[in-house]
């Protein structure tokens, strides 16, 4: 599986965002996915994830309430729509894709196969 996020870009705080990952190969829906964010000098962390079926999700505390994270299995895609984003929102974000049961989520790095290659997302105060 390849992932490929877009999405990223500048935005004022307040602002909204929505990141796209675009998977390729076949069964997307056979991944949970998820999203994780690194800022410059830090490690990367978990943002949210999305099980295969779409009905459930877990999301960081510092997200919840602000981000939702949805998947469309018929296009292969997962979205993550950021909302009132903070200028600590600014990180690059990545999406990774791991096999797991029909409704689960995956909240740990190392569950996840595939990774994709990054968006930038930057938020000014």
């Known amino acids: 599986v390849q992932l490929q996020a877009s999405g990223g870009g500048l935005v004022e705080a307040g602002g909204s965002l929505r990141l796209s990952c675009a998977a390729s190969?076949?069964?997307?829906?056979?991944?949970?996915m998820g999203w994780f964010r690194q800022a410059p000098g830090k490690e990367r962390e978990f943002v949210a994830s999305i099980s295969r079926s779409g009905d459930n999700t877990y999301f960081a505390d510092f997200v919840k309430g602000r981000f939702t994270i949805s998947r469309d299995n018929a296009k292969n895609t997962v979205y993550l729509q950021m909302n009132s984003l903070k200028p600590e929102d600014t990180c690059v974000y990545y999406c990774a894709a791991g096999r797991t049961g029909w409704l689960r989520f995956l909240k740990e790095q190392y569950e996840y196969e595939y990774w994709g290659q990054g968006t930038q997302v930057t938020v000014s105060s």
């Open positions: 190969g076949r069964a997307f829906s056979s991944y949970a």
